[in-house]
């Protein structure tokens, strides 16, 4: 029977061959090493566990064109996926799943509307599974998104960004603010920080031709849609790491970066889809976790 993430990885190799590989693409393996569980109270359970990640994305443009001021009109598409695999022990099932399988598509366009501002618009759709069989594939387990940022270039190395998003996280269309943050500093020196899919963070020194080391800090995660008793309940997965990273350049396309490091803390949690559990107020009780491990990736990138 055909697994989801067969089906993702064919997608992938089909577009990219007939992108004639014209993309940007990541991918990366990561593991997070075993650590204790606290549940809402911030009580020990006893229980423990790991997690190892598998992840791709990509994004292929298929027409780019630059105007006057160097600005991109661009149509292109995303796709991206990821695996979560965990191993816990002394835990109950109910407080979450073995695995998750998240497995996302969509359309983009930017273009420059004036010399110093650009619109990204943006249409797509996702699988958010606790399994990886595509029979067992429900509406349940499908979002939909869709959004319009208004960047403003304010520099030529940062562009911020602000505009509605809509997606159906809570089973029908909610509009949520969308937030566009881009900022790099290139040369010996190197400072990046960006936030539109996650948060990332980091600053490097080329120490050699092909060689540059990193600190690095990336907040991620993962979503299971399950129903649960006849409820719609969401599991999320969210977890913040930093660490040191070497990253060796192959040519001008490839490279490879390793990543050793800490996980400061991993949330992982079931809660309803309703506003309010999505909207709970800060004095509530805290989300159930993992407490503080090591951290370690191997990471592949081409056309960055």
Request: hydrophobic share 40%; aromatic share 12%.
């Amino acid at each position: 029977m055909i697994t989801v993430i067969r089906l993702f990885y064919i997608l992938l190799l089909t577009l990219l061959f007939g992108a004639r590989l014209n993309a940007q693409v990541e991918l990366r393996t990561e593991y997070i090493g075993s650590s204790g569980f606290r549940d809402e109270d911030n009580k020990k359970t006893g229980g423990k566990g790991d997690a190892k990640i598998f992840s791709v994305n990509a994004r292929i443009p298929f027409s780019v064109k630059m105007n006057e001021n160097n600005r991109p009109t661009v149509w292109g598409m995303s796709i991206g996926g990821s695996y979560t695999s965990f191993n816990n022990e002394n835990m109950d099932r109910a407080l979450g799943p073995d695995e998750i399988m998240n497995a996302q598509i969509g359309l983009f366009h930017m273009r420059p509307i004036s010399e110093r501002w650009s619109i990204l618009a943006m249409l797509g759709a996702g699988v958010y599974t606790s399994h990886t069989e595509v029979s067992d594939v429900g509406l349940n387990n499908v979002l939909g998104n869709g959004g319009v940022i208004f960047i403003w270039h304010l520099k030529d190395n940062l562009d911020l960004g602000l505009g509605p998003v809509i997606n159906t996280l809570l089973g029908y269309p909610m509009v949520f603010p969308g937030i566009y943050f881009n900022w790099e500093l290139n040369g010996r020196y190197e400072l990046k920080a960006s936030a539109m899919n996650g948060l990332a963070v980091s600053a490097g020194v080329q120490l050699r031709e092909k060689f540059m080391l990193k600190l690095i800090a990336e907040l991620n995660g993962a979503l299971a849609l399950e129903k649960i008793n006849g409820k719609k309940m969401m599991f999320t997965h969210s977890y913040f790491v930093a660490g040191l990273q070497p990253e060796f350049m192959i040519n001008k396309s490839f490279s490879i970066s390793a990543t050793a490091g800490i996980s400061a803390g991993r949330n992982a949690y079931y809660q309803e889809r309703n506003l309010k559990s999505v909207f709970k107020s800060d004095d509530e009780k805290r989300d159930p976790r993992f407490t503080a491990a090591p951290y370690f990736s191997l990471g592949l990138k081409y056309g960055f």
